[in-house]
Each structure stands twice: as C-alpha cells, then as structure tokens.
C-alpha cells in the first residue's frame, strides 16, 4: 500500500505571493490532518479534513486555508506569503478521526518564502 | 491548557538503554503517540498507548500512566542510526466529536555516540 504523499516536495516563494500545496491519504483513508512545522514552534496543527469537511482547525490566521476533494485528496493554500511561513508542512491520514492507534505522515513541503 | 514538556536533548552510548520522559497536560486524552524525526525528515511512527501500561515493539517500548499524565520510551540497544528527535504527541479528546489533532512537545534530540 502506497504511503501519504505531497506535492510539490519544495517550493521557493517570495514574500506576498500564495501557494497551493496538495496531500494524497494513504488509499483509503479519509481523514487528513495538517500541520506546520518550523524550528521555533515545532509541529503545530492547521486543520483537519474528514469526508470534504474541515472538522478541526489550529490558531492559525485566515491566510491559511484547505479543502478536502471527493476521492479525500487534500490541499492547503497559504495566501499573501510572510516570512514566517517558511515551514515544513506536513500532512498525515487515518481511516477515520479519532480512532486510528497509528497515524503516518508524508515526507512533507518544504516552503521557503524569500 | 496545554502542555507537553520532554527534555530538550539527551546522549547515549551505542549498545546501551536510554528513556525519554514526556509528561502532559492537556484539555482531553485520546492517546498518546511516539514519533522518530531524522534532520530534514519528515516523522516516522514508533508507538502508540491509550491504555495504562506498557508498549512494547522490538527495541522500542513506551509507557503511559494516565493518572500522572506521563509517558516514556525506552530505547534498547542503542545504534548510531538511532540518533535523531524523538516527539511525543497527546490526541486530543474533542467533546464536540472525534478528532485526530495531535499536540506534540518540542521533541528530544538524542545523540548517540559511539
């Protein structure tokens, strides 16, 4: 079974520009979670999807947005880019919410914002 | 609130035995998940208790004990390869319906040496 996997795996971005970043779930699953993972904070959750709605969502500014499709593929937008988007972003699927005792993540997006 | 607290680093000799504390306050328990972290990596899987008691998974154990609000893993004949950010992860109990948010600590960067 072919694990979670995001594209792209590296995006280089200027300040003020958005960017779209896509996660495929484990075949399957339809429950993916987002997080964000920078040096300073850590893993931080952005939002969870199950069944194309948004069940969950971390303190994050509006900037920062997702959707879930019909097949459970997910993506996540980041609009008018700062600095301190700068981040691995990171997406994990389950079967279901709350109920998996794993929960594997992708190999990640690595953004830079210059 | 919210609060998973693990030590920050920690060194080993190859072959022997390490732990690695996590203790944990958090607004509702729905199990607590393990993850290993190579640099430039994305997480990878190690264990998962939601039950009180002990995990074991070949060199790999963890331990929970809810009451205290405290988990440890315990790392077997330690390898070089073992160097690497060990992250410990609450999910949380939404009581408006089943989530998978993970709240994870800032990880504890072991250093195996030789």
């Known amino acids: 079974k072919a694990g979670v996997t995001q594209t792209p795996r590296y995006l280089i971005k200027t300040r003020g520009q958005q960017v779209t970043l896509s996660c495929s779930p484990i075949s399957g699953h339809r429950s993916v979670s987002w997080y964000q993972q920078t040096p300073g904070q850590g893993l931080q959750f952005l939002f969870e999807y199950f069944s194309e709605t948004q069940r969950n969502k971390g303190n994050f500014p509006g900037r920062f947005s997702g959707r879930q499709f019909s097949n459970s593929r997910s993506e996540m937008n980041v609009s008018t880019l700062e600095l301190g988007d700068s981040a691995l972003y990171l997406c994990?699927?389950?079967?279901?919410?709350?109920?998996?005792?794993?929960?594997?993540f992708g190999p990640g997006t690595r953004l830079t914002v210059l | 609130g919210q609060n998973i607290d693990q030590p920050t680093e920690m060194t080993a000799t190859e072959g022997a035995i390490v732990q690695i504390n996590c203790t944990y306050q958090t607004s509702g328990f729905n199990g607590l998940f393990w993850y290993q972290q190579h640099a430039g990596e994305a997480p990878t899987f190690l264990s998962y208790?939601?039950?009180?008691g002990l995990e074991e998974k070949g060199r790999f154990s963890s331990f929970l004990s809810r009451s205290k609000g405290y988990s440890y893993l315990l790392l077997k004949e330690l390898q070089m390869k073992d160097s690497a950010s060990y992250l410990c992860a609450v999910r949380e109990r939404n009581y408006g319906g089943a989530t998978n948010k993970l709240i994870f600590g800032t990880g504890t960067l072991l250093a195996v040496q030789p």
């Open positions: 994990a699927s389950t079967p279901a919410p709350g109920v998996a005792d794993t929960q594997y």
């Open positions: 208790n939601v039950l009180d």
